[in-house]
């Protein structure tokens, strides 16, 4: 039984990047390929932020952040992560973190926290609105 002190911190989870609350009842549940994000980029501080622009990586099935340069499935935008995932901050190295996906909202753009490009936006056109 190990019984030392730990220490965990948390974080609130910004939204601001949510046009209304359309959609946010019915995220779906998805595994996020944490190999295939850049820590400098989507996880400074330990984990990735809510409203990223997701890609669904062809082979196995797995998210990761969208590419328009990828040729790995990633270069066609398919949501945004709904709630921000831990990947680093308990310093547990996994692969794999389960997150939700928003595949049906109104976005913020310059709220995002990382730019999502014309061809990204013309991907989900008719489910997902930029405001």
Do not use: N
């Amino acid at each position: 039984m190990d019984l030392s002190l730990k220490t965990e911190s948390f974080t609130q989870d910004r939204r601001d990047w949510l046009g209304s609350a359309h959609g946010t009842d019915a995220p779906r549940s998805i595994s996020l390929d944490v190999s295939r994000f850049t820590k400098a980029i989507h996880y400074p501080d330990g984990y990735l932020k809510s409203g990223l622009p997701l890609g669904k990586v062809t082979a196995g099935g797995k998210y990761g952040p969208y590419d328009d340069t990828a040729v790995d499935g990633r270069q066609t935008l398919v949501g945004f992560l709904f709630t921000a995932q831990d990947v680093d901050a308990r310093q547990v190295a996994s692969t794999t973190v389960v997150g939700s996906i928003l595949l049906h909202c109104f976005i913020k753009e310059s709220k995002l926290p990382v730019a999502v490009d014309t061809a990204g936006k013309a991907d989900v056109v008719g489910r997902i609105v930029f405001v």
